[in-house]
């Protein structure tokens, strides 16, 4: 796997958008949350592989994820997203 900060060092809106993310994505093997505004919470960019993105065209893996985050959009200046399907 990737080096991942310590737990520790996340921000508030990182934790919370990566639980909202695991339980809209359960088959998510790799999800990372980073905070790009350097934590003040106005962009972030999301890396998820799951599942459930399978036989699904960019555009709407990405509508998933932004479906699951609407809520929390709409305090964000921005959202990159970067959706994969595992290889195995």
């Known amino acids: 796997g990737e080096l991942q900060r310590p737990l520790s060092t996340q921000t508030d809106g990182e934790v919370r958008i ?9 088959s998510a093997s790799s999800l990372k949350v980073v905070d790009i505004s350097g934590g003040c919470g106005a962009m972030y960019e ?8 399978k036989g699904k065209r960019t555009v709407q893996q990405h509508q998933l994820v932004n479906q699951a985050l ?7 200046h921005g959202l990159r997203i970067f959706t994969d399907v595992p290889k195995h």
Do not use: G, V
């Open 70 to 76: 609407k809520d929390e959009i709409q305090n964000m």
């Open 18 to 26: 990566a639980k909202i993310l695991r339980e809209k994505f359960p």
């Open 46 to 53: 999301i890396h998820i592989e799951s599942s459930e993105f």
